[in-house]
């Protein structure tokens, strides 16, 4: 299996912070891996996320995605690789109010060549947002339809197709469900998991929610892997 | 880049009401600025247009502000009088073309009386040359004609035909009319935005019969000569005011100058206009300095409030912004899509701004010379007023910009797990 993601001796402490939040020695995340990431509030998840994506730089340690080191890029070129390799699912799912359904889904496509490219390998990328749309179980009928008009639901799928499109090597997603009821949350797990089995994309999945993790293969409880767990805010 | 434009496009759609404050807020700042401006040069030009075409004014020996002042401007009066043979021997100068006499000190409600020649109304240029045009009937040709200005017809609401008297001296208040000698409008002038829109013309005659029977500024007791026989006195009047000179060949001025200030029969002076008028302007400039200072402050307030509105517009945009760098915006495209915005809304802006402003130039000119006697015209802007449109164009662009380097730096860690 090749690594997707690969962190060690990873340390991180907050500026102005005595003590670090994070200290891991070894993180890896293979391709096609669906992974879940849970522990309680506090214990350094979204701050982990923030370094996985390459949006934090570590104080020490390195992670590397595809083999680079995010450390070793500018600011300006980690931004063109986490566009180009991460797909990322937002907790307040970011979509832009004015676009369409289908805009924001392309939105990806727009900022990466990489991503337009990998998108447009079988048709069109238009085709493939259509296509992860329709698997998300959206009609055809709200595809124009602009995303302050979607509800709750239809935007959390609409920000996985989003994180879908282009097929992105690692897929992240920062508690997506905490909005969403039971019966959605169910339905929204399916299609993520299939999606992202189908397009060969691992996954890390972020919760607190320990109902759902019997649905991944991989669990990482964060308060055994990070030694630093403490009361740092999240 | 397409796709970037149509994002920009539909997010400035999305806060179109916004925006077009935004924009109405520079147009208006644009407006003022180029309002204030254009009074102000306008100002100058209209002040310096008083006369032109005459290439020296002569009068009693005086102060050059002064001679200035009472045969240009109608204010203050000449504590001297050239007498009529030194107006003749001028007029036989060789290098003299024409000379228009002046006579003054009389009013008629509070508007000035000047006597003249009828030459007056064709020698006499103001602005750019520009000869006086009748707006209604003629010059004066029967000895009891007169002529008014523009402003003397609407504020009195004469017309040709209107019977006038004339009062000794000048002011509101005259006791002592010229009542037995009524005088006919025959002729009223267009405006010029000069001091001759406030004066009533007459014959340099007509001056001298009214004041037939008069002697060391007072009328004779006992003595009335009425109108119908005025013309059997001598009407040669024994002496004018001041006296407008044209010459044949310009480059003959100083040497015209000189031989009125050696003119041996009576003490002389000779000014040119322009430079009096510049001294004149030197004087009274500080008028001038106290707008540039107002114009100044304009542009800093107008500019000020443009930055601030398009920063505040831009405060509401900072979870889009996050938004957008989350999906994978780079800072580049940020910038293009700030930049881009702020240079249209700036653009549109200012273009509305000077339409505002041609339009209120066009449409308050007639009631800005009608109620404070200020010609605004409309020309191609100036040097300044490019400058001010420029710092504009440049204030609001960089201002649209400022805050997204700001939005940059908050904006990654915010929209990934945004703090609400």
Known sequence: ?234 | MIALFAIAWRSAWNRRFTLALTVLSIALSTFLLLGVERIRTELRENFSSSVSGTDLIVGARTGSTQLLLYSVFRIGAATNNVQWKSVQALSAHPGVDWVVPLSLGDSHRGFSVLATTPAYFEHFHYGNRQALRMREGKPFGELLDAVVGAEVADKLGYHVGQKITLAHGSGELNVSEHADKPFTVVGVLARTGTPVDRTVHIGLSAMEAIHLEWMGGAPMPGVKIPAEQVRKFDLTPKNVTAALVGLKNRAAVFAVQRWVSTYADEPLMAILPGVALDELWGVIGIGENALLLMSALVALVSLAGLVSVVMASLNERRRELAVLRAVGASLRHVLALLALEGALVTLLGVTIGIVFAVLGIALLSPWLQSQFGLALHLSEPTLNEWTLLASLVVAGWVASLLPGIRAYRLSLADGLSPRI
């Not at chain 1, 214990?43 to 070793?72: F, N, P």
């Not at chain 1, 500018?74 to 063109?80: F, L, P, V, Y």
């Open chain 1, 1 to 234: 299996m090749t690594l997707v993601l690969s962190a060690e001796s990873l340390r991180f402490a907050w500026p102005g912070a005595r003590t670090p939040c994070i200290d891991i020695e070894r993180l890896d995340i293979s391709a096609g891996e669906a992974v879940f990431l849970h522990g309680p509030s506090g214990c350094g998840k979204s701050t982990l996320l923030s370094l996985l994506a390459g949006v934090l730089v570590a104080d020490a340690g390195r992670i590397t995605l595809l083999g680079h080191d995010w450390a070793a890029l500018s600011g300006a070129a980690r931004d063109r690789s986490r566009v180009a390799h991460v797909g990322y699912i937002f907790q307040q799912f970011n979509l832009l109010p004015y676009l369409s359904m289908l805009d924001n889904v392309l939105l990806p496509c727009r900022f990466s060549a990489r991503r337009m490219e990998r998108a447009s390998r079988d048709g069109t990328a238009r085709a493939q947002a259509e296509e992860l749309l329709a698997q998300m179980g959206l009609d055809a009928s709200l595809w124009q339809r602009q995303a302050m008009q979607l509800s709750v639901g239809q935007q959390q799928r609409v920000a996985a197709a989003r994180a879908l499109v282009g097929h992105p090597e690692i897929v992240i997603a920062d508690e997506p469900t905490s909005a969403l009821d039971e019966d959605r949350r169910e339905a929204f797990l399916d299609v993520l998991l299939s999606a992202c089995r189908t397009n060969h994309s691992a996954l890390v999945f972020v919760s607190h929610d320990q109902r759902i993790a019997e649905r991944f293969s991989r669990h990482v409880l964060l308060p055994e892997i990070n030694r630093a767990a403490s009361g740092e805010p999240a």
